[in-house]
C-alpha cells in the first residue's frame, strides 16, 4: 500500500521534505485528534468563464496559491485547479486568516490575465466559499470529491488524466491501492450537488 519503504534513501528525504512542507505526518496520511479547522476552499471565476485553459497555468495558479498560503503557516493537503475553478483541502485557525492571501492571489492572477489581453479592470474572480470538515469521513470523502473532479465536470474520463491535481501527490507517495481502498470505504456518490458548478463551462 505505502511504498516508502523501498524507495531510494534520496527518494525518502524528498517525499519527507514535502511532506513537512504540506505539514503532514512525516509517514503517514494526516489523521484527526480534532476536526476544527480542516476547511474545503471553493473559488470559482466570473460568471463560471474558462480562464485557465492550460496545464501550464494550472500550475501557475495553483503555485500562486501555495506560496500565499505557506506565509499564513495554512495547510494543503488536498487540491485540484480546473478552467473556471478550483478546490482546496486546508487546515487554517481562524478561518479568516485565508481571507486575504486568497485575494492577493485573485487580484495578481486577474491584472496578469488582463494584460496577456491588454485590458485593465475585467472582473477575472467571483468569490470563493468554505465549508468546515466535520469528521475524518468528511475528510477523506472530500479529498476523493476533489480527485474526481475533473471527472464530473467532463474534462477527462478519469481522474489520473487531470495534472492538476493532488491525486497524483498521493499515488507516489502511498500507491494506486491506497486511493483504491480509500474511493470505496469513502464514496462520493451526491457530494457537492446543489453548490458546486454544475458543468465545466458555467
Given at each position: 500500500?505505502?511504498?516508502?519503504?523501498?524507495?531510494?534513501?534520496?527518494?525518502?528525504?524528498?517525499?519527507?521534505?514535502?511532506?513537512?512542507?504540506?505539514?503532514?505526518?512525516?509517514?503517514?496520511?494526516?489523521?484527526?485528534?480534532?476536526?476544527?479547522?480542516?476547511?474545503?476552499?471553493?473559488?470559482?471565476?466570473?460568471?463560471?468563464?474558462?480562464?485557465?485553459?492550460?496545464?501550464?497555468?494550472?500550475?501557475?495558479?495553483?503555485?500562486?496559491?501555495?506560496?500565499?498560503?505557506?506565509?499564513?503557516?495554512?495547510?494543503?493537503?488536498?487540491?485540484?485547479?480546473?478552467?473556471?475553478?478550483?478546490?482546496?483541502?486546508?487546515?487554517?485557525?481562524?478561518?479568516?486568516?485565508?481571507?486575504?492571501?486568497?485575494?492577493?492571489?485573485?487580484?495578481?492572477?486577474?491584472?496578469?490575465?488582463?494584460?496577456?489581453?491588454?485590458?485593465?479592470?475585467?472582473?477575472?474572480?467571483?468569490?470563493?466559499?468554505?465549508?468546515?470538515?466535520?469528521?475524518?469521513?468528511?475528510?477523506?470523502?472530500?479529498?476523493?470529491?476533489?480527485?474526481?473532479?475533473?471527472?464530473?465536470?467532463?474534462?477527462?474520463?478519469?481522474?489520473?488524466?487531470?495534472?492538476?491535481?493532488?491525486?497524483?501527490?498521493?499515488?507516489?507517495?502511498?500507491?494506486?491501492?491506497?486511493?483504491?481502498?480509500?474511493?470505496?470505504?469513502?464514496?462520493v456518490?451526491d457530494?457537492?450537488?446543489?453548490w458546486?458548478?454544475?458543468?465545466?463551462?458555467?
Amino acid at each position: 500500500m505505502y511504498r516508502y519503504r523501498g524507495l531510494t534513501p534520496e527518494e525518502k528525504t524528498k517525499i519527507l521534505q514535502q511532506r513537512q512542507l504540506n505539514r503532514f505526518p512525516p509517514h503517514a496520511p494526516p489523521h484527526f485528534h480534532d476536526t476544527e479547522g480542516w476547511f474545503l476552499i471553493t473559488a470559482a471565476t466570473y460568471e463560471h468563464k474558462p480562464y485557465f485553459h492550460t496545464d501550464e497555468e494550472r500550475t501557475w495558479l495553483l503555485s500562486e496559491l501555495r506560496k500565499e498560503l505557506q506565509v499564513v503557516n495554512i495547510s494543503i493537503s488536498g487540491w485540484v485547479v480546473l478552467p473556471n475553478h478550483y478546490h482546496l483541502l486546508v487546515k487554517c485557525q481562524p478561518l479568516s486568516v485565508i481571507s486575504q492571501p486568497l485575494r492577493r492571489v485573485h487580484a495578481r492572477t486577474a491584472r496578469k490575465l488582463n494584460h496577456r489581453e491588454g485590458l485593465t479592470g475585467r472582473q477575472i474572480w467571483y468569490r470563493f466559499s468554505d465549508r468546515q470538515i466535520r469528521n475524518e469521513r468528511h475528510y477523506y470523502t472530500t479529498l476523493n470529491y476533489i480527485h474526481y473532479n475533473p471527472t464530473k465536470h467532463n474534462y477527462v474520463q478519469k481522474p489520473k488524466d487531470w495534472s492538476c491535481s493532488s491525486l497524483h501527490w498521493y499515488e507516489q507517495h502511498f500507491g494506486i491501492e491506497w486511493l483504491r481502498a480509500l474511493w470505496r470505504t469513502h464514496p462520493v456518490r451526491d457530494y457537492g450537488k446543489g453548490w458546486d458548478w454544475q458543468n465545466s463551462g458555467s
